[in-house]
């Protein structure tokens, strides 16, 4: 019985020893974790403790239940004449039927996953309820791809810079 209260212990010491020494995946930036949506074509990668929301055509994750900043990712066909100054015109010609108090406050080139992109950084209101957006949006597929970070001006600070190395980290499979 001895034999047998030893033999358990050691085999459990040695599974703690092997899961501690489990090594991250280098893929993976550190404190991120990764969200892949096989349907979008991409990896999104959001601070860990983020909770993945997936939906038909959008992935995202949600940063807690008391702070709703979130962010998704969605994309969808545009004809090949697009560029995306003429996308953004009629994507922001939708906004007055929704925004109250829409105030585009940036426009800045980046990229997004390697690609040519554009930033928009506004603030709009949806009945009493002011937010603070920031679209990153390219055009790669034959699609414009848009990541949205979406959350209360008083929760901007804390996360803009979260919300840059989403940008950052962001993949196209």
Not at 34 to 59: H, K, Q, Y
Not at 128 to 156: I, R
Request: hydrophobic share 40%; aromatic share 12%.
């Amino acid at each position: 019985m001895k034999k047998i209260s030893l033999i358990l212990a050691a085999v459990m010491l040695l599974t703690v020893l092997l899961t501690a020494c489990q090594k991250r995946d280098p893929s993976i930036p550190e404190g991120m974790q990764r969200i892949n949506s096989e349907t979008i074509g991409c990896d999104l990668f959001v601070p860990e403790g983020w909770t993945e929301s997936m939906s038909t055509g959008a992935v995202g994750a949600f940063c807690s239940n008391a702070d709703s900043t979130n962010v998704t990712v969605m994309a969808w066909n545009v004809d090949a004449s697009t560029t995306l100054d003429t996308w953004w015109e009629t994507y922001r010609g939708e906004f007055d039927q929704v925004f109250d108090e829409f105030k585009l406050e940036n426009t800045e080139s980046t990229t997004l996953g390697g690609v040519a992109a554009k930033k928009y950084t506004y603030t709009a209101k949806l009945g009493e309820n002011e937010f603070s957006y920031v679209q990153c949006a390219c055009l790669h597929w034959g699609m414009v791809y848009v990541l949205t970070f979406t959350t209360t001006p008083d929760k901007y600070e804390s996360h803009a810079e979260e919300f840059s190395d989403m940008i950052t980290y962001f993949q196209f499979h």
